[in-house]
């Protein structure tokens, strides 16, 4: 009986073994989730060059990544913030005004989406990161 079962696992584990393409992971997005993302980075970015220039307070702002949630209630929007102004206080400023920007966008993609996405905003500081890294491997 048992070498039946061992003769079986065999033939499972060498004949047929998980390929990497075949796999699942969680972490991973679907293909509706990467539209939704892709449309929400490009109508969040003229939003904020048309409409939403005074959040910014002299700053330069441009939305980075749109991550969405598995369920689409919800999308962390990633910014990068160059100037003058503090990053903390802009960031401050979009969080005051997530349901003004949300309004705008509700209004640009109603035709698209049935529910519009509840928006966190996170600074980005990956060009930060990268600028230290280069000034480290220039030796400054």
Known sequence: MSLKISSLIDHFKYKNPVKPENAYFCSMETKRQQKISALLYRELSQILQQDMKAIGNGALITV?????????????????????????????????????????????????????????????????????????????
Request: glycine residues 6%; charged residues 30%; hydrophobic residues 40%.
């Open 64 to 140: 980075t990544k749109v991550v969405v949630s598995p369920d689409l209630s919800g999308a962390k929007v990633y910014l990068s913030i160059f100037g003058k102004a503090s990053k903390q206080e802009v960031l401050a400023q979009f969080k005051l005004r997530s349901r003004e920007i949300r309004g705008h966008l509700g209004n640009r993609v109603r035709h698209q989406l049935r529910v519009i996405p509840e928006l966190s905003f996170f600074v980005d500081d990956s060009l930060d990161y990268i600028e230290k890294i280069d000034n480290l491997l220039k030796g400054e």
